[in-house]
């Protein structure tokens, strides 16, 4: 397992799951499985997501953090399980529900939580925040905070991965709420039509802002959205790494393979409002408290690191306070980092090509 000390290498459902997701009683899935050091890389790498963005929450609150901040709790095992069959050469672009994505990629926590406070030792020079950020060195491309631009973006990223030959395949992914933008579906089909190497994750946590799939969107096996193009989807229990992993795996295949794109829609969940001023009152608790009790996709991999007898307790409370102290490091390094010199906003504005 890689270590949380120094950098924060992690690599990360809606009631509607695949018909094929057979599961036990108590919402794990079955016939998954995965070696030790893998199972103990996804708990470390999703602990340290979820403990990351509950200490973002907090600065919120005492307000050190500013403008909008959106949570990642709940929908860590979409990207951890992604992040896990990717290759060097792939890239990554999103929406502004940002923050797991860019620990996924091993942007480093420090780096992270001080763009998240606006301070110069941010990765975007405390000019992002937290829809902006940006690591050309981790090919990890935005965090965007207009609902559906990435897609477009990240069709041109697959477009230079073809031009290039490098190999790459680009993971663009966006919510339930981008997935009925225009934009999304002119994508679509240039993607198709030049059969670029572009796997579109669509992140489904059941709700787009504070409206139900249901009601934003006339079908809601969104998945099935690339048909017109002949792209191929597939849906995932999102909440399940070991069942992401899976289908990311065939989504790259196909992606990298020359054939084109593939819409890969993860069934998830966020525990958290909207964003951070978002009461989410248009859902019961008991919803959010039985997602929680039955599907968190932390608790699942906790069950089968202890049932399998590869770590006991003590072991998973120890890689906690390691993940705690990462998390802690990080939000001192931040409070303590200087704030951007206001002519600042006249740099990195444009690029000499």
């Not at 069959?85 to 529900?97: L, P």
């Not at 491309?141 to 477009?152: E, N, P, R, T, Y």
């Not at 992993?245 to 958290?272: C, M, N, Q, V, W």
């Not at 959010?288 to 770590?311: F, N, W």
Request: aromatic letters at 8%.
């Amino acid at each position: 397992m890689a270590s949380t000390r120094g950098r924060s290498k992690a690599t990360s459902v809606s009631e509607d799951r695949p018909a094929n997701n057979r599961e036990n009683g108590d919402g794990r899935s079955a016939g998954a499985s995965a070696p030790k050091e893998e199972l103990l890389k996804f708990y470390n790498d999703m602990l340290l997501i979820r403990r990351f963005e509950e200490k973002a929450g907090q600065l919120y609150g005492m307000g050190l953090i500013g403008g909008f901040c959106h949570l990642y709790i709940g929908q860590e095992a979409v990207v951890v399980g992604i992040q896990a069959v990717q290759t060097e050469a792939d890239s990554v672009i999103t929406g502004y529900r940002d923050h797991g994505h860019m620990l996924a990629t091993g942007m480093e926590a420090r780096g992270v939580m001080a763009e998240l406070t606006g301070r110069r030792g941010g990765y975007s020079k405390g000019k992002g925040g937290s829809m902006h950020m940006f690591s050309r060195e981790k090919k990890f491309f935005g965090g965007h905070g207009i609902v559906g631009s990435q897609v477009s973006l990240g069709t041109g990223l697959g477009f230079a991965h073809r031009y290039q030959k490098d190999g790459g395949v680009c993971l663009c992914y966006m919510g339930d709420g981008a997935v009925n933008q225009g934009q999304v579906y002119e994508s679509f089909n240039m993607a198709a039509l030049w059969k670029l190497p572009v796997v579109y994750v669509i992140e489904n946590n059941k709700y787009g802002m504070g409206t139900s799939v249901a009601r934003a969107s006339a079908t809601t096996d969104l998945h099935n959205r690339g048909q017109a193009y002949g792209i191929p989807g597939k849906p995932v229990d999102g909440m399940s790494v070991l069942d992401v992993r899976a289908a990311a795996a065939e989504a790259l295949d196909h992606a990298r393979s020359g054939k084109g794109p593939f819409i890969l829609e993860a069934l998830t969940y966020r525990y958290r409002g909207h964003s951070m001023s978002d009461p989410a009152k248009y859902r019961t608790k008991d919803e959010v408290s039985s997602m929680r009790e039955t599907k968190d996709p932390i608790e699942q991999v906790k069950r089968l690191l202890l049932d399998g007898g590869h770590a006991d307790e003590d072991e998973l409370k120890a890689i906690d306070k390691d993940v705690r102290a990462v998390v802690n490091d990080a939000a001192e390094f931040a409070q303590h980092s200087e704030e951007p010199d206001p002519a600042d906003l006249w740099t990195d504005v444009l690029v000499d090509a």
